[in-house]
């Protein structure tokens, strides 16, 4: 099991359109991946609904977990998806 | 004439418009049990087979609807996508699969695990708790594909078209790709509901409480006639052209752009309503004096978490830049009763249009005020154009105090109270005495005073704004205004009868502010009627024992050229 914690940076927190394009990321990768606030109980990072049901707000640490040869590597790729501003316009 | 008799249904109108197309209904909710069984071909399946048909319901709904929001534009389009991704959840699919792998029935299952994310939606509250009507709205058109029912909700309108709905509720309004819609009209509702405000904001005709409406078949060609309360299905070349004649005369009144003012030059500041910045562009091309309501409410709905003071302060800006050296009054939040915000308005009121709404918000989250009169003193000051600021539901001078006290504060140069309580107009003497300027919104003043719904349509001839009791307090306020000298406009939809227009300046209002499209025709009806003339039709008017007495008499004492050309 291979586990990341970073911090949300989209001003919005986890929602609208930055928790649409972590979801895409995540169903792409083909790798099950969980995410949990911290103490909280771990959800499948794929489903939209979850992940904005955990309603993490812009600043806020999330757990990311996944298993297998390629966790380590998409995991990676999420992190640094996480710490950026999703909510900023496109092209900016 | 052609031959047979033309289908003709009645309503209550919204405006004066008219337009002509085919009818595109908004698909009711499914009404289905939840242990209704699946039949696919004429056969009850359950297990494997139930699960293939849901699984295809959901990618059906999910196809359809990134499909959609690929056609829209601007919220529209959003709203769509985001309703998309909810429906293509892997989540959300996989627990209704198994529950439905497990023998329960689809609609249980579907329902089921929806329950389960719009409770955990809910209990997180805010941006979520408002994100549950996206969900719900997956659920209805996943449960209708699945059962083989037409896709509930606003449809996609592929060529320009007639609206027609039970009623439409303000999520309805934010899918409906207004580009393409030529009038609205409603089975229920109510002439001062929102779909007609809104609709009259966007100068389209709308018709509310048209019995049968919903019984016409998609692209049924209708006239839809406002000003005269009539669908008419199937129309025959002469009423199509009948109604072209009209349209054409509405224009040759927009031709008059001139201030407002009586025949014999006495002014009457003429103001358009407006809900956002966009709108205020919008008003910019006419010939509006300037905003005499700024519907602040509309932006927090949109954002649906409160806007941030640098955010609100940006559209205010906005707004007051569209229209510069033009008179701009801003009311305040005015949430609660028929337009609850999530973050704002107190759950589970009994009676909420009685309780905490408008100012009152103030008792339990003064910060919200205080955050809207500073971003509203930005605006003032980066625009250099000062807004006339108003707080709604006054009750008492003391309210009317405190928020003068707090909108001075923040730098605030004109600050004025609306008028809508009876109390206030019983008392506006006292109140004007703390304010600079009131304004009267007739929708509220009528349902407080006549203590009737505003959302209840079939009480509407209780609204009506004619009632002698609602004209006597329209009469107190303004009277106090003129002792006073200081300002008493009227802001709600009454200030949009040509008619009643008249009525309310001869009573001493110095402003009507009213949807853009009703402007022409109120402009035109105060030109042509001295202040003198205006009076003696008030005074008949209040002296009147009925709504429909004082009407009558005011609509016998027009110049009769004007009842001519407004067809009254």
């Given amino acids: 099991m291979s586990q990341r914690t970073v911090a949300v940076a989209s001003r919005v927190g986890l929602h609208a359109r930055p928790a649409m394009i972590f979801t895409q990321a995540v169903e792409a990768s083909g790798v099950p991946v969980t995410i949990a606030r911290p103490g909280g109980e771990p959800v499948d990072a794929g489903s939209i609904l979850f992940v904005m049901s955990l309603g993490v707000p812009s600043g806020e640490e999330v757990t990311l977990a996944a298993d297998g040869p390629e966790a380590d590597r998409v995991l990676d790729e999420l992190v640094t998806l996480l710490a950026t501003d999703l909510d900023a316009p496109e092209g900016s | ?568």
């Avoid at chain 2, 909810?86 to 609609?107: K, T, W």
């Avoid at chain 2, 580009?179 to 809104?198: N, S």
């Avoid at chain 2, 054409?248 to 809900?275: F, M």
């Fill in chain 2, 1 to 568: 004439m052609t031959t047979g008799v033309a289908v003709v249904l009645h309503g209550v109108g919204v405006g004066r418009r008219a337009a002509v197309g085919p009818v595109a209904r908004v698909q009711p909710v499914p009404a289905v049990p939840g242990d209704a069984p699946l039949v696919v071909d004429g056969e009850v399946v359950t297990g494997e087979a139930a699960q293939e048909v849901v699984a295809r319901a959901f990618a059906d709904v999910s196809a359809a609807l990134a499909g959609q929001s690929q056609r829209a534009t601007g919220t529209v389009k959003d709203v769509l996508a985001a309703t998309a991704q909810m429906a293509d959840d892997r989540a959300l699919r996989s627990q209704v699969l198994a529950r439905v792998g497990a023998g329960e029935p689809v609609v249980a299952a579907i329902d089921g695990v929806v329950e389960t994310f719009a409770t955990m939606f809910t209990q997180a509250g805010g941006y979520l708790a408002e994100r549950v009507t996206d969900l719900r709205s997956v659920r209805d058109r996943v449960v209708a594909a699945a059962m083989g029912l037409p896709a509930p909700g606003v449809p996609e309108l592929t060529e320009p078209s007639v609206v027609v709905a039970t009623d439409l509720a303000p999520a309805d309004t934010a899918a409906l790709d207004l580009d393409r819609v030529l009038a609205i009209v409603t089975e229920l509702g109510g002439p001062t509901g929102h779909t007609a405000i809104i609709a009259g904001q966007l100068g389209l005709p709308c018709l509310v409480r048209v019995h049968g409406v919903t019984d016409l078949a998609d692209g049924t060609r209708v006239a839809v006639d406002a000003a005269g309360g009539l669908v008419t299905v199937d129309p025959d070349d002469a009423l199509v052209a009948d109604l072209d004649r009209r349209a054409a005369a509405e224009r040759a009144l927009e031709s008059d752009t001139k201030a407002g003012a009586t025949a014999d030059g006495h002014a009457v500041q003429l103001l358009a309503n407006i809900g956002t910045a966009a709108d205020a562009v919008r008003v910019a091309a006419t010939a509006a004096e300037g905003v005499g309501l700024f519907r602040t409410e509309v932006l927090f709905l949109e954002s649906t978490t409160e806007p941030t003071v640098a955010e609100q302060a940006a559209a205010y800006a906005d707004a007051l830049a569209a229209l510069p050296g033009r008179k701009v009054v801003v009311r305040t939040l005015d949430a609660g009763a028929d337009k609850p915000l999530a973050f704002a308005t107190q759950p589970d009121e009994e009676n909420p249009a009685l309780g905490v709404r408008g100012y009152r918000l103030v008792r339990t989250n003064a910060d919200l005020v205080e955050h809207q009169l500073e971003a509203l003193a930005q605006a003032q000051r980066s625009t250099g154009q000062a807004p006339w600021v108003m707080a709604p539901m006054i009750a008492t001078a003391d309210e009317a105090r405190d928020f003068a006290r707090r909108a001075r504060a923040h730098g605030i140069e004109r600050v004025g109270v609306m008028v809508e309580v009876p109390s206030a107009a019983l008392r506006a003497a006292e109140i004007l005495a703390e304010v600079d300027f009131v304004s009267l919104g007739t929708n509220d003043l009528a349902q407080y005073t006549m203590a009737t719904d505003r959302l209840r349509g079939e009480l509407a001839d209780l609204l009506d704004p004619w009632q002698p009791a609602v004209l006597d307090l329209v009469a107190a306020t303004a009277r106090a205004g003129a002792e006073l000298g200081k300002p008493v406009g009227v802001c709600g939809e009454s200030a949009a009868d040509p008619v009643l227009a008249l009525v309310l300046v001869g009573l001493g209002v110095t402003s009507l502010s009213m949807s853009s499209g009703a402007l022409p025709a109120v402009r035109f009806a105060v030109r042509r009627h001295t202040l003198e003339r205006c009076r003696e039709l008030a005074a008949a008017a209040l002296a009147a024992a009925s709504a429909q007495a004082a009407r009558d008499v005011v609509v016998d004492g027009l110049d009769p050229e004007v009842r001519a050309a407004l067809g009254v």
